[in-house]
């Protein structure tokens, strides 16, 4: 079945940077768009960025341009985001899901914590 486990969440100060990486399984990953979403606390969920199935597209929420960067490994079959720049408000549980957003699958999540 489809299982995606996200990893590299943490406690990072404003301004720092942390890479998310989500390893997936039980579907052809090189066939699918892959997505991140994020949470905060109180909030809904809130689309991030998209990758297309090859890599040679990507789809940024504005509130990251600039900032995060989407890239994925269709050898180990991974996504990743990129995070720098942090600000509290970035402060969220990150999940990544399959397909392109809304995804039909997701994650557990990571959490990321940006705090002085």
């Known amino acids: 079945q489809v299982q995606l486990v996200e990893s590299g969440g943490g406690l990072v100060q404003p301004g720092g940077s942390l890479r998310l990486s989500c390893a997936a399984s039980?579907?052809?990953?090189?066939?699918?768009?892959m997505s991140w979403v994020r949470q905060a606390p109180g909030k809904g969920l809130e689309w991030v960025s998209d990758?297309?199935?090859?890599?040679?597209?990507?789809y940024y929420a504005d509130f990251v341009k600039g900032r995060f960067t989407i890239s994925r490994d269709n050898d180990k079959n991974m996504v990743y985001l990129q995070m720098n720049s942090l600000k509290p408000e970035d402060t969220a549980v990150y999940r990544c899901g399959k397909g392109w957003h809304p995804s039909t699958h997701w994650g557990q999540g990571t959490q990321v914590i940006v705090s002085s």
């Open positions: 039980g579907f052809a990953f090189s066939s699918y768009a």
């Open positions: 990758i297309n199935g090859t890599g040679g597209s990507q």
